[in-house]
């Protein structure tokens, strides 16, 4: 028999859930946005770092093990391996080119029919309704259009839905029995703090509060700083084995540094 508090408080928790994932992709755009260019440029030179730091170990791995190397044919290997950095730096580039917007109407009608689904079919709710390929297909659909704002979709997914299950017969109305539902609860429970005190959600407190945002501005400043004169280091060891440091800061795309210059963050970015 169903404790219908239990399974409440289950309901309850889930959309708390996915209503914190979804505040949680929120803060990381805000925050990229709020500090894109420092982000970019602070990852960017990190990854150079790297680089030069890899080009070098690799020169002096060979030279111990007296191989014969081309010095620019491991500069051009080491450029080669590092694809997962780029990839990280893609996505922060398009969060800072992500400024989609909704009105407060329609916030309110996204998060009132995303509780209507998750009530009627969540995943945790009725699981074995996900063997069926096309709800499990309409669920993506739905939850892509949540975390998106994407009104117009969630819309259509919801009567997708409803029409895939009365296709399979299922009823609808959300009274589902759940299995081991105290042990789901605390699960529930335990990805609410873990969201909650992790990052990106913990952003928000800097976000709402202009004295941390300007510190937080200051401290990738100071790490842009450092990068810089680390690189700057590096390049008396470049020279030493054989390396021309112009054509290896070109090789890694310092020709485009001018995308990062100081000049480009706005004086008004310091709060």
């Known amino acids: 028999m169903k404790d219908d508090l239990l399974y409440d408080k289950y309901i309850s928790l889930i959309l708390e859930r996915d209503e914190l994932e979804k505040e949680a992709d929120l803060i990381k755009k805000r925050f990229v946005m709020e500090l894109g260019d420092l ?161 990106p959600y913990i952003f928000k407190f800097v976000l709402d509060d202009p004295a941390k945002l300007s510190e937080k501005k200051e401290e990738y400043m100071q790490s842009i700083k450092e990068s810089e004169d680390y690189i700057e280091e590096l390049k008396g060891p470049m020279i030493l084995f054989g390396l021309d440091p112009d054509a290896v800061m070109n090789d890694l795309g310092f020709t485009v540094y001018d995308e990062f210059e100081d000049d480009d963050i706005e004086d008004d970015d310091m709060v």
Not at 106 to 122: G, L
Not at 171 to 182: F, K, R, T
Request: aromatic letters at 6%; glycine letters at 4%.
């Open 39 to 199: 982000i970019e440029k602070d990852f960017w030179l990190k990854i150079q770092c790297i680089k030069i730091k890899k080009i070098l170990g690799e020169i002096v791995a060979r030279m111990n093990a007296e191989e014969d190397f081309d010095p620019e044919e491991i500069v051009g290997e080491v450029i080669l391996s590092l694809t997962d950095y780029y990839a990280q730096l893609e996505e922060i580039r398009s969060l800072k080119e992500d400024e989609g917007t909704i009105t407060s109407a329609e916030a309110v009608k996204i998060k009132r029919i995303w509780r209507r689904i998750s009530k009627t079919v969540h995943p945790d709710v009725l699981p074995e309704v996900f063997e069926d390929e096309k709800i499990r297909d309409l669920w993506e659909k739905a939850h892509a259009a949540y975390k998106g704002n994407n009104l117009k979709a969630l819309i259509e997914a919801e009567i997708l839905i409803y029409n895939r299950l009365d296709e399979l017969g299922i009823d609808s109305d959300g009274e589902n029995e759940v299995e081991n539902i105290s042990e789901k609860i605390a699960d529930i429970e335990l990805e609410i703090e873990d969201i909650k005190t992790s990052e």
